[in-house]
């Protein structure tokens, strides 16, 4: 009860008069909602016709691509009753317990959804569980699967699902009523799996009973548009949520504009659409959040209305289309020539939709197939082997050809290393050959708007790899709602290869997505020579208080000796303890060979990484009580990773030199 007063005085700092007014009004509005019976909703056969499917006609004639055998696999395993979440398969008889937490198998009470407190884990168990398989991100598939092989026995399981949904979950009631960001998400699978199906719809309306799902199916799309567009995420809580809620609205509205109310709640939703793409990312390409998981996640809310825009003749702004652009540089940019990609901010598994059924699915590059296509781009193309199954579905056999008739060149296209306003700088040399070696330093915002929900306290944290091999990383994110202890670790400073002072994390977190206290970042020097890059900047983390504590960082490359050196300025007047923490890949091995001097290894590549005299070294490895020494690659999934810790005591300005050597 304590810690439940705490957050809610926390949030309550967080919020702006207007941001009060507005939530006290809603609070209002849910009291009398709650209590006031739900409209009905009646679909006719007029509004049934007027149905016009006009996205992915191409599904008509396509079949799948040879070698993607992995897209029917989640057709496959759904109709045998599995489906994957997160790193836990759930089994079941027919269809989901679709109120019950699958992974501790608490079953949420039937009470009207927006006075369930979805934190609560005895009432709900882990949401993030919970929410997952309602996202029904698998309904493509067997749409998909039933199309290309007219096996009914995907048909049934889509209709099972479907119906079993609809009943279990009724109109307001429950947890599927609570977060309009997974009611867009729905809508936009459901958007897919009628698109693809297009006229054999009517196969699946053709089964028992099918007619009254066809009704329902529409009374319920109806309902989740009326409730999206009641309960936008606004002020603190609009980051990604009013962009995936606006997406699924307008994409809702333009597949099935059941009347003139969902007409202009769409055109609504546009608009919002056109705002946030710009509110939300810097003209950079770097999303607000300052989290690359939520980047992609973005990038498909914006890409999607985009697409289905264009199919039904409703055009976006080239400025809206330009940031999608932008985005997908951005990404480009970051990963390297194997395809890593920092694992910046929080990470949650979270998919708009995903057709791929393979487990090494990488989004990124999935969406860079995509934008290879859209925008003609060999550069995006140069970053991916091959046109997968997403973006197939998306352009057909056309995109498909139109990837393969992009040209690659066998030298590096030119790379962007400088991302001023989201705040990231990529210091390297041979960039994009074969050769390369990368450092991305932070010198970016915590994160976006009032709470910065998806930052992490990582200001001039470093990122390194060598010819696609990872040695210095970000460990990810493992945690979100439950596990308080992991989710502090992840998001804190001491999982970052950055300077900890005091064992206190740069800025101060108010709960699992707030801080009340938030670090600044600032640029101090960026020039760049024939042979040598030099990268500095500082933050403010540590400089109030009564002993207040300066951190600034010098990052210098010479090319010539394929050398980093990384200088921490600590400025202070008093007694204070600092920690330097460098956090290994995985798969790299340790070896110290002289004191604070430790060869790395990441299979036939090394680099050697000399800590400052100063410090006194320690190399932790799963340690839980710390906790240090993990590395988080999915959601609710770690695995012991070397961290490297230097510690010193300091009373006075001192500078702290590490030599990062890079052996090619």
């Given at each position: 009860m304590a810690n439940e007063l705490s957050w809610y005085i926390n949030r309550l700092s967080c919020m702006s008069v207007g941001e009060v007014i507005y939530r006290t009004k809603t609070k209002l509005f849910t009291t009398i909602e709650k209590r006031k019976p739900s409209a009905e909703v009646v679909i006719s056969d007029e509004q049934i016709n007027a149905i016009t499917l006009k996205f992915l006609p191409h599904m008509a004639s396509q079949k799948l691509p040879e070698g993607n055998p992995d897209v029917l696999k989640v057709a496959d395993n759904a109709v045998a009753g599995k489906l994957q979440v997160f790193t836990e398969v759930l089994k079941f008889d027919s269809t989901p317990n679709w109120n019950m937490d699958p992974k501790t198998g608490v079953k949420s009470p039937m009470i009207y959804g927006k006075t369930l407190n979805y934190r609560d884990e005895s009432l709900v168990g882990d949401i993030k569980y919970l929410w997952e398989p309602s996202r029904h991100l698998h309904f493509p598939n067997l749409a998909f699967a039933y199309k290309h092989t007219q096996d009914k026995k995907y048909l049934s399981c889509l209709y099972e699902h479907m119906r079993s949904w609809i009943d279990e979950c009724p109109h307001l009631m429950g947890p599927h009523w609570i977060s309009s960001l997974e009611l867009g998400i729905r809508l936009i699978n459901w958007a897919l799996t009628w698109s693809i199906l297009g006229e054999q719809l009517q196969d699946l309306f053709d089964l028992p009973n099918g007619k009254q799902l066809q009704k329902d199916w529409l009374k319920v799309i109806k309902q989740h548009v009326e409730f999206i567009d009641g309960h936008y995420s606004r002020y603190s809580s609009a980051n990604n949520h009013l962009i995936g809620e606006a997406a699924g609205v307008y994409i809702g509205s333009m597949v099935w504009p059941l009347d003139e109310k969902m007409t202009q709640s769409g055109a609504k939703a546009k608009t919002i659409l056109e705002q946030e793409a710009i509110t939300q990312n810097y003209s950079d390409g770097v999303n607000k959040e300052q989290a690359i998981s939520y980047q992609q996640f973005v990038l498909d809310f914006l890409l999607m209305p985009y697409l289905i825009g264009q199919s039904y003749n409703d055009h976006f702004s080239t400025q809206y289309l330009k940031n999608i652009e932008n985005m997908m540089n951005y990404l480009a940019a970051l990963m390297d020539i194997k395809g890593n990609i920092p694992m910046i901010g929080d990470a949650d598994d979270g998919y708009v939709f995903r057709f791929e059924g393979k487990a090494a699915h990488c989004p990124y590059k999935s969406l860079l197939a995509t934008g290879a296509v859209l925008f003609n781009s060999p550069l995006l193309k140069s970053k991916v082997e091959a046109f997968d199954s997403r973006s197939w579905l998306l352009f057909g056999d056309v995109g498909l050809k139109s990837f393969n008739s992009l040209e690659t060149s066998t030298t590096a296209f030119p790379i962007k290393?400088?991302?001023?306003?989201g705040g990231y700088y990529i210091i390297g040399d041979k960039l994009g050959t074969k050769d390369e070696y990368r450092m991305v330093m932070d010198i970016g915002p915590l994160g976006y708007g009032g709470i910065a929900a998806h930052g992490h306290a990582d200001s001039l944290s470093l990122y390194l790899s060598v010819q696609g091999k990872e040695f210095l990383i970000d460990p990810g994110t493992y945690a979100y709602h439950t596990e308080k202890k992991w989710r502090d670790y992840f998001k804190g400073t001491s999982s970052h290869n950055t300077l900890r002072v005091d064992a206190k994390d740069q800025s101060v977190s108010g709960g699992n997505f707030m801080w009340v206290k938030k670090a600044t970042?600032?640029?101090?020097?960026?020039?760049?020579?024939?042979?040598?890059?030099?990268?500095?900047?500082?933050?403010n983390g540590y400089a109030s208080g009564k002993k207040p504590v300066g951190h600034e960082r010098q990052l210098v490359l010479d090319k010539?000796?394929?050398e980093y050196l990384v200088t921490d300025k600590v400025t202070c007047r008093n007694d204070h303890i600092v920690e330097q923490f460098w956090h290994i890949n995985e798969h790299c091995e340790v070896i110290e060979v002289a004191r604070n001097l430790f060869e790395i290894s990441n299979g036939d590549q090394k680099i050697s990484l000399k800590l400052d005299d100063a410090f006194d070294v320690k190399i932790e490895k799963a340690n839980d009580d710390l906790p240090?020494?993990?590395?988080?690659?999915?959601?609710d999934l770690k695995v012991p990773s070397y961290t490297i810790v230097g510690t010193s005591k300091v009373n006075n300005d001192k500078d702290f030199t590490t030599c990062i050597k890079v052996k090619i």
């Open positions: 290393t400088a991302f001023k306003e970042s600032t640029l101090l020097k960026h020039e760049e020579q024939i042979n040598s890059i030099e990268l500095s900047g500082k933050h010539q000796k394929s240090l020494g993990w590395a988080s690659r999915a959601f």
